[in-house]
């Protein structure tokens, strides 16, 4: 085997492996893969009223963020890096939906505690 045979097929096995990455992230060839949607929540949690809804950017480009509740008063939820969300009550884990962000709030909040008012 030459050096140039080996360049050959390690180029060929990229190339196959990239291949079946994009069929993978494209299936049917619907352009890439995406993760979906939250729904929008409205629920009773540990006598706590939890909403939120998603929230359309601007320019109408990509998704925003999202607008929630705690008993009225705004919670602070982003979109991490990992693909997961953290709030601003919780900011130092990462949870899978913003339904389990605000579920973790109110679990810090306690029963008592209130938010401030302020999204940040």
Known sequence: MTR????????SSLLAAGGVF?????PNGAGPATPP????????????RI???PVARQDGHAPGGWSVTVDGQP???MRRADGGYLSMVDHF??????LAAARAAVDELGPSQAL???GH
Do not use: K, N
Request: zero cysteines; charged letters at 25%.
């Open 93 to 98: 884990q990462s949870y899978a939906t913003p």
């Open 37 to 48: 949607d939250d729904p929008p929540f409205d629920e009773m949690y540990r006598g706590r």
């Open 22 to 26: 994009r069929a993978v992230q494209t």
């Open 75 to 77: 919670l602070g939820i």
């Open 51 to 53: 909403q939120g809804e």
């Open 4 to 11: 140039r045979h080996l360049l050959g097929v390690a180029a």
């Open 116 to 118: 401030s008012g302020r």
